[in-house]
């Protein structure tokens, strides 16, 4: 049985890019007769708020979103991702870094247009720490990649096909843990899809490069990684994918202007499942959703 997900990090209110993605997760396993859970990915605890996750599943429910396991809150789930941890620990595969930027961006999906840098090994030391407990805890930690050929990952994208990644070259060792304790994005989720039984995951192509991440993790951790299929993203009329910054396209504004039918009539549209904008609900749109007809190309709504 098909198992997605929506993984929403509640640090501001779902604009028309998030709802996007919700929209085609759920249509793909909707399609399948499979199950949907909601994940809040609160494991910022600087920008999180249970405000925007309150709005955030009031706008899921006002648009048919239906999910059937959740709302799971990374905040309550930190007993597991330090389990985790100590696994990889043990591997000899963790050290502490006490470089500080990267470190602050660590709780958050790496979105392609963030401009991250490669993490050259600056604090990898020559040997391993053996438990949890000998790791300094005022240091972010970081998970070794390996190096040489085994650093290559290659996967199939379910909508952009074959990958192959090199994790020295595009990310380099990458945090785990932040310094002040929370939890790095990579390790949660990968934590979260295995434990909650996801094995398909559908999300924006911005995070085509955290799966190979994601897939080295999984494998290290001895799970089988989700199936990945990412989508095109929404671009506003400067070509940057929709944000946070674009209030025209928040829930809010759209909600005063648009009824549920006309948004997801909009995103269908451009999803290529209809030939022209009409009104539809979410249960409607399942039996027009095909793989086949949702563009590669990003789509400017600006
Ligand atoms: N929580 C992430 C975000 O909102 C998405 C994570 C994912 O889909 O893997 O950017």
Redesign the pocket.
Same mark, same amino acid.
């Given at each position: 049985m098909v198992r997605g997900r929506f %993984?929403?990090?509640p640090t501001g209110r779902m604009h028309l890019g998030n709802v996007w993605a919700a929209l085609l997760s759920w249509l793909s396993v909707r399609s399948q007769g499979g199950s949907w859970l909601l994940r809040i990915?609160d494991n910022d605890p600087q920008r999180s708020r249970q405000a925007w996750a309150d709005l955030l599943m009031q706008d899921l429910e006002w648009l048919g979103l239906t999910w059937d396991d959740g709302p799971f809150y990374q905040s309550a789930r930190s007993a597991f991702y330090e389990a985790y941890l100590e696994r990889l620990v043990g591997q000899g595969l963790v050290y502490p870094c006490y470089c500080t930027r990267a470190d602050i961006l660590a709780t958050q %999906?790496p979105?392609e247009s963030d401009g991250r840098v490669v993490y050259k090994g600056t604090c990898r030391p020559k040997d391993s720490f053996a438990t949890l407990d000998a790791l300094p805890s005022d240091a972010a930690l970081r998970m070794r990649v390996p190096t040489g050929a085994q650093s290559l990952i290659g996967f199939e994208d379910g909508h952009y096909g074959c990958q192959t990644v090199n994790l020295e070259q595009a990310c380099g060792d990458f945090i785990v843990r932040r310094k002040d304790g929370a939890w790095a994005y990579q390790l949660a *989720?990968v934590v979260d899809d295995a434990l909650m039984g996801v094995n398909e *995951?559908v999300?924006g192509r911005d995070?085509l490069l955290s799966s190979p991440q994601q897939i080295y993790l999984a494998r290290t951790l001895g799970f089988v990684a989700p199936r990945f299929s990412h989508v095109p993203l929404l671009l506003n009329e400067a070509g940057q994918r929709l944000s946070k910054r674009d209030r025209s396209t928040h829930m809010e504004a759209l909600r005063r202007q648009y009824t549920a039918n006309e948004i997801l009539g909009r995103l269908a549209f451009w999803a290529g499942l209809t030939d022209r904008v009409q009104a539809l609900s979410a249960e409607e749109l399942i039996p027009l959703f095909d793989w086949n007809k949702i563009p590669r190309e990003d789509i400017s709504v600006g």
């Open positions: %993984a929403p990090s990915e %999906a979105h *989720v *995951v999300r995070l």
